[in-house]
Every structure is written in C-alpha cells, then in structure tokens.
C-alpha cells in the first residue's frame, strides 16, 4: 500500500494526491490527517486531486469524511483541482461530497483557506 | 479478451488500469473512459468485499452498426444478493458505504447486466461504446 504525504506550510497541511488510489490508502490517509491536524494544530487542509484520474463512491466518501473529521479539529478542507471528466462522472455517480469546499487550484483553495474571499 | 484476478485491493487498481488503457485504445472520449473506470471500481470493489474475490474480464465489441465498445464482466462466488432490484436502488447499502456502487455503476454505463444466485454467486456485464 502507498501512502500520500501530507505537507505542512504555515498553519495549512496540503496533501497532494499523485498515486492510484486504493481504499486503504485513502483509509490510511484519513487517520495521518486526523494525527496530523492534532500535532500541528493547523487550520485547513488543501487536498490536491489534479492527478486524479478516477473519484469513485468509497473515495468520495472518504474526501467527504476528511472534511468532517478535520472540522472537530477547528480546520477546514478544501478540495483543488479536480479534473472536468471527474466532475461530470461524480455528479453522474450521485455524488455531491456535501460539506467539502471546492476550488479549482491550489492557489485559490489558499485564498479562501487565508479568508480573501 | 483479457482476464484479471481481483484478490486485494491493488487487484482492484489494476483492474481500472487495464480497462482505462482498453478505452483509451478504442477510441473511448475522456469523459466515457472516466466513467467507464470508475464504473469498474465500483464493481470490482463489490467482487472484492462482498463476493470474497473474484475475475475482471475485459474484452473489445463490436455493435450491428460497427461502433467499438468496452465490455466488462465480473463474476465472483460469494454469497450473492437476494433482490437483485432492490440492490440497484439509490440508498440500498450492506451498511458501509452510501449504497450508489452498483447503481451509480449502471448510470455510469450504456449496457448493464446484473445476474446473482443466492448461494452461489454474483456477474456484473456492462458495456460502454464509443460515440
């Protein structure tokens, strides 16, 4: 199994997804952000998903529950860069990943992380 | 026509590799090949969890009116699913996920085939043609 890391800059941990994505990764994922919001007391969570190719349900659960989890750690997450064919494919699915805010970059999901809009 | 395990879940990754690479060969847009693969994973994570493992197999079509397809087919032989149509509706969960595998999978898709006998087992055939 790989693992993503998770980056810490400034009071954000940003993770950026370049593997394929199996389940126990995203489960693994999940409990390192859980740890690593609590070591470092950061207030958001840039999740970068440019390189992914494929959001399935399960996947799409897990985004969903990161974002939940990392409210009860006084952080908010915010998905970047998803992917126009993955967009249509979730919606599709009947997915919506309530409660994840969205940007289409890394830079603007940092924006409204800092509050500039 | 290609035959792959699916016994763990990097089974389950290599099973959206090779029908991604079949897609993309047969001239699948990029929005078909996505769903197509995400399709894929929904069933063959199905095959894994609940039917205890089983085979992908992938294989190129062709319709009546020459367009090329993707045809994939999963089978296990585990336990299988009573009511196959209530399986297949939104919400209908085995409690750990949000119960859109095998739904969200046939929206995702042109064909779909569902045959489960309790007892002995479960297939899944879907096809999605090019445009």
Sequence with gaps: MERVPILKIGQTLFVSIQIDLQDESVIRLQEDLADELVASGAHGVIIDITAVEIVDSFIGRMLTTIGSISRLFDAETVLVGMRPAVAITLTELGLSLNGVRTALNAEKGLEILNGKS | ?131
């Design chain 2, 1 to 131: 026509m290609d035959e792959l395990p699916i016994q763990s879940g990097d089974d389950v990754v290599r099973v959206r590799q090779f029908v991604r690479n079949a897609a993309a060969d047969n001239g699948l847009s990029l929005v078909d090949q996505t769903k197509l693969v995400t399709a894929a994973s929904e069933l063959a994570r199905n095959t894994l969890v609940h039917g205890g493992g089983g085979t992908a197999r992938v294989e190129v079509v062709k319709s009546a009116n020459g367009r090329v397809g993707v045809k994939l087919y999963f089978t296990d032989e585990g336990p299988g699913i009573p009511d196959t149509e209530l399986a297949l509706t939104d919400g209908w969960s085995t409690g750990t996920g949000l119960g859109l595998g095998l739904s969200g999978a046939r929206r995702l898709v042109d064909e779909f085939e569902l045959a489960s006998t309790p007892g002995t087992g479960t297939s899944v055939t879907v096809v999605k043609w090019s445009r």
